[in-house]
């Protein structure tokens, strides 16, 4: 049976999606805040930290801010599966271009859902204590206002810089600093494909 690019697309959006909140929830039910798990030696870890804002752990602006943005993404949301729908239904609209778009929906939902829905769900995470699915005494915060949870970490350098290097020498140097979670790897993914590989497509389509 062949399916067809809009069910293609839903499925793709679906599963991404799916393996984004099992992830968050794995590790915000086993794991407490700023603890951190080796995979690859120190140059890999799942280290869990959450932000009340924008990918790679960046804050936004306090509670206003945080409202602001949490519905940015909601409108965002909806003109990304408006414009998807119009390239799905125009004849010759490269499979990339869906899958790179798609990508960057997964991105918005994902964290979006930890936004809309984790202060209600989950108790407050602490440094000492996992957080509860579901508590009796109710969430951490209300609708609109919950935490993003992260946990992909790469210090991929970790070092103190020699003496030498002008304005830094001597101090501890990390690189890759920030860290992210898989709608926020799938953002990164889309843009940097669609950047390489599809310019040409949104050329013409502007």
């Known amino acids: 049976m062949k399916i067809s690019k809009g069910c293609g697309i839903s499925l793709l959006v679906i599963l991404l999606l799916v393996i984004d909140q099992v992830i968050k929830f794995a590790v915000k039910l086993n794991m407490t805040i700023g603890e951190s798990i080796p995979v690859f030696g120190d140059w890999f870890q799942i280290c869990f930290i959450e932000n009340n804002g924008m990918a790679f752990g960046m804050q936004f602006g306090g509670s206003v801010g945080k409202l602001a943005l949490s519905l940015f993404r909601v409108v965002l949301i909806g003109f990304i599966i408006v414009y998807l729908r ?106 940097i494909y669609m950047l390489l590989f599809q310019r040409k497509f949104f050329m013409e389509e502007k």
């Open 86 to 191: 119009k390239l799905i239904k125009k004849a010759g609209t490269p499979t990339g271009v869906l899958v790179g778009l798609s990508l960057v929906l997964v991105g918005a939902i994902g964290n979006v859902v930890d936004c809309l829905f984790y202060g209600e769900i989950f108790s407050a995470s602490t440094y000492s204590q996992v957080a509860q699915l579901f508590p009796p005494d109710g969430g951490y915060t209300g609708f609109l206002y919950g935490k993003v949870v992260d946990m992909f970490y790469f210090p991929i350098i970790d070092t103190v810089l020699p003496e030498w290097v002008p304005f830094y020498g001597g101090e501890h140097f990390i690189f890759f600093r920030p860290i992210f979670n898989f709608a926020d790897a799938c953002i990164s993914v889309s843009v």
